[in-house]
């Protein structure tokens, strides 16, 4: 059975940093899309970054831009977020999601919308001071 384990969240001050991590279980995730979306309180969910599959492109949403990574540990069978100089805005529960066929293209081009078959059960990430 498909598994997807998130973990690496927690309380961090402003200008902090915090390392998700994604691990897979069950299937080989270097063959799939991975995208990271997180839900704000009494806010829309959104797209924070993806990376399509084989160490494919990566996308990430302005706000977050120069600030956070994605990347993949193929060995390790784990994606990864790497928050820097957070923001409270940045406040919310981080979801992994996975998508297994989708090509380069549609991931850039859906902005990571079209990652969706799996959901990891999300981690709770705060910035306050």
């Known amino acids: 059975q498909l598994k997807l384990v998130e973990s690496g969240g927690g309380l961090v001050q402003p200008g902090g940093s915090l390392r998700l991590s994604c691990a897979a279980d069950?299937?080989?995730?270097?063959?799939?899309?991975v995208a990271w979306f997180r839900q704000a309180p009494g806010k829309k969910r959104e797209a924070v970054s993806c990376?399509?599959?084989?160490?494919?492109?990566?996308y990430y949403t302005s706000s977050v831009r120069g600030r956070f990574t994605i990347h993949r540990d193929n060995g390790a069978n784990t994606a990864f977020l790497q928050m820097n100089d957070l923001l409270p805005e940045d406040t919310g529960v981080y979801y992994c999601?996975?998508?297994?066929?989708?090509?380069?293209?549609?991931?850039?081009?859906?902005?990571?919308?079209?990652?969706?078959?799996?959901w990891g059960q999300g981690t709770q990430v705060t910035v306050s001071s």
């Open positions: 069950g299937f080989t995730l270097q063959y799939y899309s």
């Open positions: 990376i399509g599959s084989s160490d494919g492109p990566t």
């Open positions: 999601v996975v998508d297994y066929g989708l090509g380069h293209a549609d991931v850039l081009s859906s902005r990571c919308q079209r990652i969706d078959d799996y």
